[in-house]
């Protein structure tokens, strides 16, 4: 796999992906015409099929109260497009208390994930240390034998976690995989360079500092990334350990609900009936599903923002992992 | 170390007391050199302090926890105090009626899932390795990874513009056609639901699976495709005999590997998908413990199932990278 990943490396950008060779101007036969022609239609298929449900649930969100056709001719007739749903969840103070929360939890869980992972990685990636057989062992026994979110929700209760923000960020704050990609990163950095330092009179900690973080910015990056996604998105230990009380800060209510995005997010999908117009009808004149489908999309914001930076990194950084899937 | 000693002690074997002496020495300064060791790696044991802290409290605590799947747990006794029952709670969950649906529906799911994304992931890298559009793939690219950076959460909400009943945009279309004013309901019938939790997931994980593939594509060596050109074989000869067989290690690898995870049918996606109506095929293992555990506060049956699934996954999980390493050498650890 890692020699696959190099020489994908080494390649330039030919007008397919194929080595450069392939690209010599040859006669084609007409199974070869079929062929490309086959191919672009998958290719043009896979691009509606993967684009019709975004835009028709970005349509959806504009759609304004007096327009009575279906949402099918809604998905075509730009023109009658209101920004009225969004207007309604900016203006709502619940939606920007839940974004708060959920920036919260992203930035706590990323400082924590990394601060733990880094040094873990780094550890692990020491071959000479005396004992590293066990620490290894120490991780991959929960990584292979997972008991299950029960006990691991006695042990929140037990800590006193429970209604508390870190309780969301705390149990997942590394990631197992992402401790042996960032360790797989270490090892590849050449020994010498650590070796060169040792002489000059570093240690071990100054070692990591000066010499193991500046060259691994990438990857740190990556799996930053990768760990603000999970954290962005995880809405599970959100609604196990969380009630929706207030955070306080030195008595002072700094957001009136602790429940993040995916939280409200769920709410408000899930309402329906009688609740429908309890929860969704707070966010003023849209119609309901335009409230939904905006607040859907107001969720992927940031995830939209943060995808092109993610994009660059996975493809490089992390194709050897990808296995795992 | 140890590799040094060794020799020592075999070639010495003619006199005991000097071999024991030797042994004694080289221990000795082994035990020395591992003092001096440590000591040089002070610093990396400072840094290991903190990581392994947490991993001994919340996943070690966790396993020591699970011992109530032995226990008739009570809240107020706690993890310790609560009283041993031994397996009953293993015996409830297997002779319960729920048991075979679980398994199965567990089951249904991932190799449903596998079987559908496997094979349209492949064609999807395939495409973008042979696509002679560069614009077309850089889009198809972009746009097949983004939903897998998307939450089960989002999907639903997606999947509702799509699907809901009253105006749907699936249900548009149904209706038009049919010419009636009733839609269908996606997500409560039990008939579609595994459908739409099949699709879904390959909508959303096949542009991510295809990743691996494509990695793969790229390292073929292109004089293979020439030789083929001069033989005369076309485009889809050369993909029938030269890619695919290029890429067969690491389709049986992902295929060996997704086998390890076989009990993990989706918790997310599921959870966030069923209803009341569709618990009869949605239910997975997963969700069940969730449900009879946290909800119905049955702790100990509950830890039990999660405990079953734990072993059995682990199980798989050695058995799969055995059997991996075995076909293509390559494994997980």
Redesign the interface.
Known sequence: ?A???A??KK?K?P????????NKK?KL?A??HV??IC??I???L??I??????W??FA?SFRSNTYLH????G?FEVWTWVPDAYKALLGNAGFIDAFISSFMILIGGVVCAL???I??A??LS?H???GRKW?NI?????Y????????????VK?IGLIGHIPAVF??G??STYNCIIMKQFFEGIPNDLKESARIDGC???QI?FKIMLPLSKAIIMTVGLFYA?SF?????HAM?YLSGTPVKIFGWNMIDSNYPL?IL??NI?MASGMNEYVEVNAFGNAPV?AI??A??FM??IP??IA?PF??KY??KGT?AG???? | MKKTSQPVVTTTKSGLAVSQEAAAVYKARNKAKLGAEIKRHAGVYLLAIIPVAYYIVFKYVPIWNAQIAFKDFMARQGVLGSAWVGLANFKEFFNSFYFWSLIRNTVMYSVGKLLLSLPLSIILAIAIYECTRPILRKIVQTLAYLPHFLSWVIMYGILLALLAPGDGVVNDVIKAIRGTNVGFDFLTSTKAFPWVVLFSDAWKEMGWSAIIFIAALMGIDGSLFEAAMVEGANSWQRVWYITLPAIRPVIVTVLILKLGTILDAGFNQIFMLYSAPVYSVADIIDTWVYRSGLLEFKFGLATAVGLFKGVFGMLLVFLSNFISKKVSETGIF
């Open positions: 796999m020699e696959a990943v020489k994908a390649q950008a007008r397919n992906l194929k080595p450069e060779s392939m040859v036969t199974a070869d062929f490309n191919v672009n998958f290719m043009i896979t691009l099929v993967i684009f019709i449900p975004l028709s649930t959806l279906s949402q099918f001719r998905m601060i733990l992972t040094p873990m780094y550890v020491v000479t240390l005396p620490i120490l991780i991959m026994i929960p292979v034998f997972n008991v299950g979110m029960i006990p691991a929700y006695l042990l037990g705390l149990p704050a590394i240690n071990e900690i990591l996604v962005w998105n995880d809405f599970f196990l995916p997010l769920r999908l599903q939904k489908a607040s859907v969720s992927a995830m939209i995808y993610i994009q996975f493809t194709l990808a296995v795992k899937g």
